[in-house]
């Protein structure tokens, strides 16, 4: 029996088959996963149970189950992780409704594939609900349109606030840019005025 040893395979080839490489080149791999079962997973189960199912209300909670799951995943845990972005809506004392809008430092860099990512799958979601939707108007399958209200409604909550909370980040980095430049710029000037003036 000839003992020769198999050739080493790089760790790389090895994960190859078994992690797609979106995963493999995350910063956040089971965050990134948990971002795309959520969503994905209520789509699958809304066109299996459209074409395989007659029973309404199991297909509705387990839907909305997933969706409820998606949104408290992508508000509380997704959107800081993959982009360094949050958001909160709290009450105020004479009622208003108050947008928190919290962001990590942008000098920070963030991985490419978690934005992309994480941004692509914010848009195109609530807009594959919104096909659904058409097809189930085509259809007159009028229940059927009330869980895709809910799909459209819960996926896009997180659309538009973190939207909104990315329009606000770059807004406050581009202020304190600014800030920080011009302050940089007078005490420049003034240093350099008091050289000349006094030892010029």
Known sequence: MNSQEAPAVPEEERNAFRVPKMFRMSSHPVVLFF??????????????????????????????????MDLWTVKNVSGRL??????????????????IFESADPNHPRNTIDQKVFWYG??????????????????????????????????????AAYSRCDKDAKRRWATELVESNSSGFVSQLLSRAFIKRFFG
């Open 35 to 68: 971002f795309l079962f959520f969503r994905t997973g209520a789509i699958v189960a809304y066109i299996l149970g459209m074409l395989f199912t007659s029973s309404f209300m199991l297909l509705f909670i387990l839907i909305f189950t997933l969706l409820a």
């Open 82 to 99: 993959l982009v360094g972005l949050r958001w909160r809506n709290e009450t105020g004392v004479d009622g208003e409704s108050i947008w």
């Open 122 to 159: 914010l848009y195109i979601y609530p807009a594959i609900w919104g096909l659904l939707g058409i097809l189930a108007l085509v259809r007159l399958q009028f229940l059927w349109l009330t869980l895709v209200a809910i799909g459209i409604a819960l996926t896009s909550v997180n659309t």
